[in-house]
């Protein structure tokens, strides 16, 4: 019997490791230094991630299509690629044609009484009533009053440079995306060599084994992310503006879907915006016993309903953990550690359940 087999009984030979060969303390060495190394990395590039993540999601989930057509019709994987991010690109821009003037003429609604929208979201909060606020008496006119000569001050003196700042860096990062997704999908293959390339070779045979276990589940989560994201602001419209009549419908439906994204904290902070708004348009008692109908059944369903059924039981993850990641991917990656907190939860499992041969995750 070879060294590299296991004994009559299943036991491993003496000195050989997990991974079907002996261990070597420098090749496991070499893996911690270059998982810290990409670490650290990221850490000190977060702040430019975001676009490159959203594109490799898109392209990762894209790719297998991609490739299911260019071998059915035996045509060159970039033509098919280029011809796909084409679709991408015609889809995104019907929806800003749809989407975008409704949700422009809200905004300049809000905007056009600043003062008015602001008073109306902290009557909600404290009523008519006034406030002592460090020796001072404040009422919600008050408050509203403070917050817009705040704003104008703010963008007068020197700020509105950096809000534009931001907004050309926006669309930039928005071109930026569609670049990514384009390059992405057509190098899809070469970039998963490389990336397993980074894997010492000792230890690419297990890093193998995980990604079979690992693809479907990320590709299960990241599409039934996208359904139920799309499904929270088609429900959240139809009950928010068709049913209880809101102002601002559309800017909240669309609102709800995105905040989705963000487990357990994002829809919980749709929900109490979505419920202030419902409150302050409220003429009656039932109006806001409506709402708190409408709010039950959209998590119900999203919960029970939805979510199981797109995201599978292989994609779910204990809560407690879900808002350790949240926190802690925030904390060191902003944006872009909230939005990988639940893929990288998930790779830490499939990885642990491999490790230990254990199926039941």
């Given amino acids: 019997m070879s060294a590299a087999q296991p004994g009559p009984h299943g036991e491993r030979p ?5 991974f079907g060969a002996r261990a070597e303390p420098r090749s496991l060495m070499a893996a911690v230094l270059v998982a810290a190394a990409i670490a650290g990395l990221l850490y000190l590039l977060h702040s430019i991630l975001l676009p490159f993540v959203f594109a490799a999601v898109v392209a990762y989930v894209c790719t297998p299509l991609v490739d299911a057509v260019s071998g059915r019709l035996h045509l060159p994987r970039w033509t098919i690629a280029l011809l796909l991010l084409a679709l991408l690109m015609g889809a995104a821009a019907l929806l800003g044609v749809i989407g975008m003037p409704p949700l422009i003429r809200e905004v300049q609604t809000v905007g056009g009484d600043l003062h008015g929208s602001i008073a109306g979201f902290t009557r909600a909060l404290i009523g008519d009533r006034s406030i002592d606020v460090l020796g001072g008496t404040v009422n919600a006119d008050r408050i509203a009053t403070y917050a817009v000569e705040s704003l104008q001050q703010f963008l007068t003196g020197g700020e509105l440079a950096v809000v534009v700042g931001w907004g050309v860096a926006a669309l930039f990062g928005m071109l930026l995306v569609w670049v990514l997704i384009g390059y992405f999908l057509i190098d899809a293959r070469e970039i998963a060599a490389g990336l397993l390339w980074l894997v010492p070779p000792r230890y690419r045979g297990f890093a193998l ?8 589940v990320l590709r299960r989560y990241f599409i039934g ?7 929270a602001a088609f429900a959240a419209y139809l009950g928010l503006g068709l049913v209880l009549g809101l102002h601002h419908a559309l800017f909240l439906a669309l609102l709800t879907g995105m905040l989705e994204i963000i487990p357990i904290v994002g829809p919980a902070a749709a929900a109490v915006i979505a419920g202030l708004v419902a409150v302050q348009h409220a003429a009656t008692a039932w109006d806001i016993w409506a709402y708190v109908g409408y709010a039950t059944a959209l998590r119900l369903s999203i919960d029970q309903f939805v979510g199981p059924i797109v995201l599978g039981s292989a994609a779910r993850v204990r809560p407690v ?17 909230v939005l990988l907190a639940v893929p990288m939860a998930l790779t830490v499992k499939v990885t642990l359940s491999v490790l230990y041969d254990d199926t039941q995750g």
């Fill in 225 to 231: 992310v996208a359904l139920v994201v799309a499904y």
């Fill in 209 to 216: 084994r995980v990604w079979r276990e690992l693809d479907p």
């Fill in 321 to 337: 953990v879900v808002i350790f990641c949240f926190l802690a991917g925030g904390l060191l990656l902003g944006v872009v550690g």
């Fill in 14 to 18: 003496r000195g050989q490791d997990r």
